[in-house]
């Protein structure tokens, strides 16, 4: 039995956080009605003059600062020549010739230990527009068209889906806190193309290389890897397909990548310069002015969590991971909630939410000031865990105000020692059998009280309080 190993480099689309356009003013946001954000520049009409959209460097930049990479001097841009209906003027404009930056590297963790993935290079890139098939027609939405890209080309370094997966992950972080993009997989503002390739293990000849799109998640990813490179393996083994190089087509229902059209080379496509857009000069100040202004990277975030704020590895982790739950954890440390408890809240609540609704961390859609209103009321002991825990879910679901909605039903903790003791006195002499039992030394006993005195205040009693009670008057019963 032979053994295999596969090679696989990545390219990665992330769409960049501007609010307009790569080269006109249009707006670049998602989710507008079909050609609502479309002019003759974007549209791609014989005669428009592009203007470089200088946040989109910008981000360019902070993209090249975060995968420390080499930011090339000067930089241009070039038109890549095909045709398809998304695209108009039958060119893409992205840069081949002196890109943002080349040779950069991101660390990765895997259960194999760190590994460095090496970068070739970034380029800045427009988007395509989207074709929309339905009753039989096929139409254009040009909406995308012009939307400013980064491009990120890996060297062919990985070895395993559990690498690629750990590399997105890992870029995710590195450019959502960066601020350069918000990388959702689900809304496309990050895009993955998988080149694999599988040779005999210890061979340094590559092997016959296929590229894979349109996987939209990361375990549709790992899922196309499995497959396709068991594709080439058998392939190989047993003669009964012969491997192309070409583009493949992930069909994640399907569970099978159906192939596209053969894959072109750079040739193909008569890259040549566009000397509508002229050079930009990316100085060494320019450089240092947008590093100044980058926001805390999730490391930085992470050595503070774990450090001065206390909080254990498995939850800075977790927090860490996504830039939204982070900023949820900013916001509510601004509210000067103790760490431990926004961590708690965060991790433990709002998460178990989520899984409830089976979505992703960055959809958590909560009002922050309401939450930190419902945390202190727990603090300040003015409801039980329980009763906030309600509320939460209704924070989530209904926006309700949580302090009004305390008022108005009466959640009020009932902390009154005397009402308690009064509860409490009625269901020793209701149960004597269970006191008896208590006392011959079953503990469970115990909790069966504690539920009868919660459920006697509408769940609404000082759990540690009735406790307390509870083990001094059982002893005296
Ligand atoms: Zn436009
Ligand atoms: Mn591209």
């Given at each position: 039995m032979k053994e295999y190993e596969i090679v696989m480099g990545l390219e990665v689309h992330v769409e960049l956080?501007?609010?307009?356009?790569l080269f006109c003013s249009c707006s670049a946001k998602f989710?507008?009605?079909?050609?609502?954000?479309?002019c003759p520049a974007c549209a791609g009409m014989p005669g428009m003059l592009p203007i470089t959209n200088k946040n989109a460097v910008e981000l360019g930049i902070a993209a090249s600062i975060v995968t420390n990479s080499q930011i090339t001097p000067v930089i241009s841009f070039d038109k890549k020549n095909y045709f398809y209906p998304d695209l108009s003027c039958g060119y893409q404009i992205t840069q081949l010739y002196?890109?943002?930056?080349?040779?950069g590297w991101v660390e990765i963790e895997t259960s194999q230990g760190t590994k460095r993935i090496t970068l070739k290079q970034i380029h800045i890139e427009e988007d395509a527009g989207k074709l929309v098939h339905s009753h039989g027609v096929s139409l254009v939405d040009?909406?995308?068209?012009?939307v400013p890209l980064v491009e990120i080309v890996s060297n062919?370094?990985?070895?395993s889906a559990e690498e690629v997966i750990a590399y997105l992950e890992k870029l995710r972080a590195l450019l959502s806190f960066a601020g350069v993009?918000?990388?959702k997989m689900q809304e496309g503002s990050m895009r993955c193309d998988v080149n694999l390739s599988v040779r005999e293990k210890g061979s340094d000849k590559l092997g016959i290389r296929t590229e894979m799109k349109n996987m939209n998640s990361l375990s549709a990813i790992e899922r196309a890897i499995e497959y396709e490179s068991q594709r080439h393996i058998d392939a190989i083994e047993t003669g009964c397909e012969e491997l192309v190089q070409e583009t493949r087509r992930w069909d994640d229902a399907a569970g099978k990548s159906f192939s596209m059209r053969n894959k072109e080379n750079?040739?193909?496509?008569?890259y040549f310069p566009n000397c509508d857009i002229m050079p930009i000069v990316v100085s060494d100040e320019w450089i240092e002015n947008v590093k100044a202004k980058l926001p805390e990277s999730a490391h930085v975030k992470y050595a503070r969590m774990t450090g001065e704020?206390?909080?254990s590895e498995v939850d800075a982790k977790i927090i860490t991971k996504s830039k939204h739950l982070s900023d949820i954890f900013d916001a509510l440390m601004a509210h000067n909630i103790p760490a431990k408890d926004v961590v708690t809240w965060i991790v433990v609540e709002l998460l178990s939410l989520e899984t409830e609704e089976n979505k992703?961390?960055?959809?958590?859609?909560?009002?922050c000031d309401k939450l930190a209103d419902l945390i202190a009321m727990v603090n300040k002991k003015e409801i039980n865990r329980t009763v906030a825990k309600k509320i939460l879910t209704l924070l989530y679901?209904?926006?309700?105000?949580p302090v009004t909605y305390v008022k108005e039903n009466n959640l009020g903790m009932v902390s009154d020692t005397g009402a308690l003791e009064a509860i409490i006195a009625q269901l020793i002499a209701e149960n004597p059998a269970s006191v008896k039992e208590y006392k011959d030394g079953n503990a469970k006993v115990f909790t069966f009280f504690v539920g009868k005195t919660m459920k006697q205040t509408s769940g609404k009693a000082d759990p540690a309080v009735v406790r307390e009670i509870l083990a001094k008057m059982l002893e005296e019963a």
């Open positions: 956080a501007t609010n307009s356009k989710g507008a009605d079909a050609n609502e954000h479309v002196a890109p943002i930056c080349k040779n040009y909406n995308r068209c012009s062919p370094d990985f070895r993009s918000d990388c750079a040739t193909d496509y008569r704020l206390g909080i992703s961390y960055d959809d958590i859609d909560i009002d679901t209904d926006k309700i105000d």
